[in-house]
């Protein structure tokens, strides 16, 4: 209220306004991500406010030190508490161009990503000006040193650009800006072999010193089981299995959206129903993201499913998914072969790799149903092979690997070998170890 009430109060400069042009059009064509112009009318200082998101979430100046220094004492209040660390929402928005340039028009795209398809034409510029501004290195630079103050934190960045892979490169490499980031490559329907390969590869490439966060869902988008469904149906259980041996033999740091590891599909939301804002300006195109909001199933036969503890059954801010009972933590957790229990599994093997955990990555030579990496760590060398098809598909073993013994414990399904060629079955997996 400060900020809107004069063009000269302390904190005028807080916030990112702007004039309008002499027509009174807004002063640029930045757009907001939940649809329409990116600028608010006030008729306090007669002037636009910049919003990348809802017209109640009006953007800081960064370019403001006073903003950049209250946003550092806050973050450091939350440190003398003890907190762990954080994740920054959005962790590219932060700048804006001074001089308020206009973005360049990219067109009407296709793209799985209802932030980038023809239902939003936010997605129909390229974002050069209202995002991913080079002042921001420095002020994730004074984040990081503020961080390093405190032993054992962290951060990790949501990182939405038109280059996500390269701007997480540039985000995370040095040591001395985010911790780690994840982007939204991973999060679209394709899930084939070339697609993992390329998307690997050219993090490898762009990033050899950057840590990247490894999502096969989050917040944002339809959950895996159901984007990489098929026919209306969720997607089986196998190829579940073989996307969360890829998340976590990947260089970097596994993040699990909380319903992945139960094979959750996306809940049908009626629009009475909705809480999300951008599903409700989008709607029926785009239905938002309550779909993978729901609360989390823990008990079947519980009104809430296990919601609350309360003796009264508590209401969730979203409807009680009753497609989620059966597949409820206290039902998996009573199933030995339950997606729970291998996910379980899968972790605590994990653990017990260094060459997972710490180690590098190199990717073999394309094929075209099976995805193949070495991870290397202090002399120790581990095979990673991966089969995206729904049928079964021969391999051969790299000549140094012929002699290499398969490693138990992962949790997928055992793979047939005579003598060097390997019979991976649809949606299988397996690991080799070398030294």
């Keep these: 209220m400060e900020s809107r009430s004069s063009l000269t109060n302390p904190k005028a400069d807080w916030y990112v306004w702007a004039d309008a042009k002499s027509d009174g059009t807004p002063p640029n064509n930045w757009l907001s991500i939940f649809g329409g112009s990116a600028w608010q ?53 932060y700048f804006h161009d001074a001089q308020l340039r206009d973005n360049p028009a990219r ?13 939003n034409p936010y997605g129909w510029q390229w974002h050069k000006h209202d995002k991913s501004q080079p002042e921001n290195l420095a002020f994730l630079r004074r984040l990081r040193a503020l ?4 032993p ?18 540039e985000y995370t490499s040095g040591g001395d800006k985010l911790h780690m980031a994840y982007c939204f490559d991973l999060l679209g329907t394709a899930h084939s072999a070339a697609h993992f390969r390329g998307f690997v590869q050219r993090f490898e490439e762009v990033a050899p010193g950057g840590w990247p966060c490894w999502a096969l869902s989050n917040h944002d988008v339809v959950r895996v089981a159901s984007r990489w469904g098929s026919a209306g149906n969720a997607a089986p259980h196998d190829l579940l299995r073989l996307g969360a041996a890829l998340q976590m033999s990947l260089r970097g740091s596994p993040c699990i959206y909380q319903g992945d590891e139960l094979g959750l599909p996306e809940a049908d939301i009626a629009f009475e129903d909705l809480q999300d804002p951008y599903g409700i300006t989008m709607w029926p195109e785009f239905k938002g993201r309550d779909g993978c909001r729901t609360a989390h199933p823990w008990a079947k036969d519980s009104a809430d499913l296990g919601f609350s503890s309360a003796a009264q059954p508590a209401v969730p801010w979203l409807p009680v998914i009753e497609p989620h009972r059966a597949l409820a933590v206290d039902v ?21 790799l260094p060459a997972l955990v710490s180690g590098t990555l190199r990717v073999l030579p394309a094929h075209p149903q099976v ?14 092979i991966f089969n995206f098809s729904d049928s079964t598909v021969p391999w051969e073993l790299p000549s140094d ?3 290499a013994v398969a490693v138990q414990g992962s949790g997928l399904a055992d793979v047939p070998r005579i003598e060097n060629m390997l019979q991976l079955p649809a949606w299988g997996g397996a690991y080799y170890r070398l030294g």
Aim: overall charge negative; hydrophobic content about 35%.
């Design 152 to 169: 054992n934190t962290t951060m990790v960045g949501e990182i939405g650009d038109d280059d996500g892979l390269g701007r997480v490169a």
């Design 107 to 119: 067109g009407r795209p296709d793209g799985e990503d209802p932030a980038v398809n023809a239902v």
């Design 41 to 93: 009318w006030d008729t306090r200082r007669c002037q636009y406010y910049m919003h990348n998101f809802l017209t109640s979430q009006p953007d800081l100046n960064f370019h403001n030190p006073e903003v950049q220094n209250a946003l550092l004492e806050t973050v450091k209040f939350w440190l003398d508490l003890g907190v762990d660390g954080y994740r920054l929402d959005t962790a590219n928005f």
């Design 371 to 384: 995805l193949a990496f070495e991870r290397a760590f202090e002399g120790s060398q581990l095979l990673c």
């Design 332 to 352: 998996q957790e009573r199933d030995a072969g339950s997606l729970l229990n291998f996910y379980r599994t899968l972790l605590r093997w994990r653990k017990t």
């Design 401 to 403: 690997y012929v002699a």
């Design 147 to 150: 961080l390093d103050q405190y």
